[in-house]
């Protein structure tokens, strides 16, 4: 089974990374301020919710437009509840 992937963003690139991503059989989470992005992401067979869950992904992407906004999400990040990798 594949691995669970989140992506914080679910424009264009963010889109696209989810369809090949579900099509490699990976589970992918996603959020987008946007909420018609995340039903087009359900659409896709992946699944929209709450910034805090993406945390829990075993892999985590970001395709947001800024760097103001990629920020602002790690600021807001549950840190002492997401997975961290270690060899």
Same mark, same amino acid.
């Given at each position: ?33 946007? *909420? ?14 709450? *910034? ?25 990040? *549950? ?7 270690? *060899?």
């Amino acid at each position: 089974m594949g691995k669970t992937i989140g992506i914080f963003g679910l424009g264009l690139i963010g889109t696209a990374l989810a369809g090949r991503l579900l099509d490699a059989g990976h589970r992918v989470l996603g959020f987008d301020p946007d *909420p018609a992005r995340g039903e087009h992401l359900h659409q896709l067979g992946g699944e929209a919710g709450d *910034p805090d869950a993406l945390w829990q992904s075993d892999i985590l992407l970001s395709a947001v437009f800024s760097t103001d906004q990629l920020a602002e999400i790690i600021a807001a990040a *549950p840190l002492t509840r997401a997975k961290f990798w270690s *060899p």
